[in-house]
């Protein structure tokens, strides 16, 4: 029998807001408490976001930390097919990436694992 594992949402860990820089968008996220700011520190790495959004066709994933303000900033190159005024893309600005990125699973925080926002996976 396959191993279960728990996966939360990074929605319910944090908020995002997120919008374009010429050809590049780039991605704030901000961890709801200081518990899910150190998990996040650890599993919402540069590899991940680069993986979520590969679909996209994107350049470089940079990832910053805020330590004081509990957030990530993500610099995304290459993920607006050219820009504002250059891309055909209905988001020319980046501006759903951030709601987009919160559907992202994530394994679970033990804390999380008996709540109602963990998901069993197989």
Do not use: C
Request: proline share 2%.
């Amino acid at each position: 029998m396959a191993e279960q594992q728990r996966m939360v949402r990074l929605g319910d860990l944090a908020h995002a807001r997120s919008g374009d820089k010429g050809n590049s968008a780039n991605i704030g996220v901000v961890a709801n408490d200081d518990v899910s700011f150190q998990w996040l520190r650890s599993h919402l790495t540069e590899a991940a976001v680069a993986a979520y959004l590969d679909p996209l066709e994107i350049g470089r994933v940079r990832r910053y930390e805020l330590p004081h303000l509990r957030a990530f900033n993500f610099v995304i190159e290459k993920a607006l097919a050219g820009g504002a005024s250059r891309s055909l893309r209905l988001d020319t600005q980046g501006k759903s990436l951030g709601m987009a990125l919160l559907e992202l699973r994530l394994p679970a925080l033990e804390s999380l694992a008996s709540s109602n926002t963990a998901e069993t996976t197989r």
